[in-house]
């Protein structure tokens, strides 16, 4: 169902990929949205390598929400920072690509949770987390991403 890397020899351990989901805070989300036409969105998320998931929050209404409730396949890309190799000027770059099912959570203890381990993200500050959750949570939708393929890549720019 899924391709095979085209260019297997850039292809990195699934170690890495998790690593990579885990360390780096940003991605994008891509649907299939309005008449059919892709929907990618930057998002914050969170990688439980308990349950090998990827979480995410947001609005509880707009095009994203409608996009999961018309079609639930998506990906989720994330790239490192990069890192170039002593007296090169070219990046190289991991990146990782998701695929699989998308629903939205509709539990409030597991949204907290989620909310929190987005929050933990960013920061350690314990007086930022509760004024956070006390604030928006009820604003707040989760949607989680199971996956069901994943690769990922180490590109040079040059």
Known sequence: MFR?????????PNEKCIEILKSEKRGILSLIGDDGYPYGIPL??????KDGKLYFHGAKEGHKIDAIKNCNKA???VMD???KKEGEWALNINSVIAFGKIELITD?????????HLVQKFTDDPEYLEKEL???LSRVQCFVLTIEHMTGKLVNES
């Open 75 to 77: 990906s989720f890309c």
């Open 4 to 12: 095979p890397m085209r260019r297997f020899k850039q292809q990195i």
């Open 44 to 49: 914050s998320h969170y990688y439980d390598e």
């Open 134 to 136: 006390a604030n928006a």
């Open 108 to 116: 409030i203890e597991q949204a907290k949770e989620i909310c929190t």
């Open 81 to 83: 920072q990069g890192f």
